[in-house]
């Protein structure tokens, strides 16, 4: 066997593997962020001062849509899908938690 015959047997695998994991790990902070978003009162968005909660919804919903669609690795669609989940998880979620339960300074 050649060389170049291993190389390719052992890129394709372990370039699908590389994608499933960045297809799960996509998948899961997207339904996180979803559901999180999708069980907040729409007050707590303006309380907070950031986009409507409508917005967040059709935001992480549309990435979690695109990337149940595309189901590629990493291509710019899902990035998007990714990038607004993980906005909504560590920056607008701890913010409406703190107003929620009381604990932040509004």
Same mark, same amino acid.
């Given at each position: 066997?050649?060389?170049? @015959?291993?190389?390719?047997?052992?890129? /394709?695998?372990?370039?699908?593997v590389i994608n499933l994991a960045i297809l799960i790990f996509?998948?899961?902070?997207?339904?996180?962020?979803? &559901?999180?978003?999708?069980?907040?009162?729409? @007050?707590?968005?303006?309380?907070?001062?950031?986009?409507?909660?409508?917005? !967040?919804?059709?935001?992480? &919903?549309?990435?979690?849509?695109?990337?149940?669609?595309?189901?590629?690795?990493? &291509?710019?669609?899902?990035? *998007?899908?990714?990038?607004?989940?993980?906005? /909504?998880?560590? @920056?607008?979620?701890?913010?409406?938690? @703190? *107003?929620?339960?009381?604990?932040?300074? !509004?």
């Amino acid at each position: 066997m050649a060389a170049a @015959d291993l190389a390719v047997n052992f890129a /394709y695998p372990t370039v699908n593997v590389i994608n499933l994991a960045i297809l799960i790990f996509a998948l899961a902070v997207e339904v996180m962020a979803f &559901g999180h978003c999708l069980m907040q009162r729409p @007050d707590a968005f303006n309380a907070v001062g950031t986009l409507p909660k409508t917005l !967040w919804l059709a935001l992480t &919903g549309g990435g979690l849509l695109l990337t149940l669609l595309v189901r590629e690795g990493l &291509g710019p669609l899902v990035l *998007i899908g990714i990038i607004a989940g993980l906005v /909504y998880l560590l @920056d607008v979620r701890p913010a409406i938690r @703190d *107003i929620t339960d009381g604990s932040g300074p !509004w």
